[in-house]
């Protein structure tokens, strides 16, 4: 089993950058591929982004392409996402996954296995 940790949330303006980190604990990270979802007030949970094992492979929703990036460290045990100019609309919970099963990650929540507890980000306008 893993336990999974985000950090790095908070309120920022439009525009502005941060970068989520997850970071595991339990097991070594790379025998995961990892993901993160988001859930706005009043919303389902949402894929935003995916990485395989290796980190070769990612995957990202459309709404986050060209301004999110997700990556991993195996040897620190730790997934990242870089989001830079962000939006009002990315105002969300922010949620780190891990799946067992897959090697190369899926944007589908129900195969993931493992979740943290969350992260809040909020983008003022």
């Known amino acids: 089993q893993v336990q999974l940790v985000e950090s790095g949330g908070g309120l920022v303006q439009t525009g502005g950058s941060l970068r989520l980190s997850c970071a595991a604990s339990?097991?070594?990270?790379?025998?995961?591929?990892m993901g993160w979802f988001r859930q706005a007030p009043g919303k389902e949970r949402e894929f935003v982004a995916a990485?395989?094992?290796?980190?070769?492979?990612?995957t990202y929703a459309d709404s986050v392409k060209g301004r999110f990036t997700i990556s991993r460290d195996n040897a620190k045990n730790t997934v990242s996402l870089q989001m830079n100019n962000l939006k009002p609309e990315d105002t969300a919970v922010y949620y780190c996954?891990?799946?067992?099963?897959?090697?190369?990650?899926?944007?589908?929540?129900?195969?993931?296995?493992?979740w943290g507890q969350g992260t809040q980000v909020t983008v003022s306008s």
């Open positions: 996954a891990a799946d067992v099963q897959s090697r190369w990650g899926t944007p589908h929540q129900l195969e993931y296995d493992y």
């Open positions: 339990g097991r070594t990270l790379s025998s995961y591929a």
């Open positions: 990485i395989s094992r290796s980190g070769g492979r990612t």
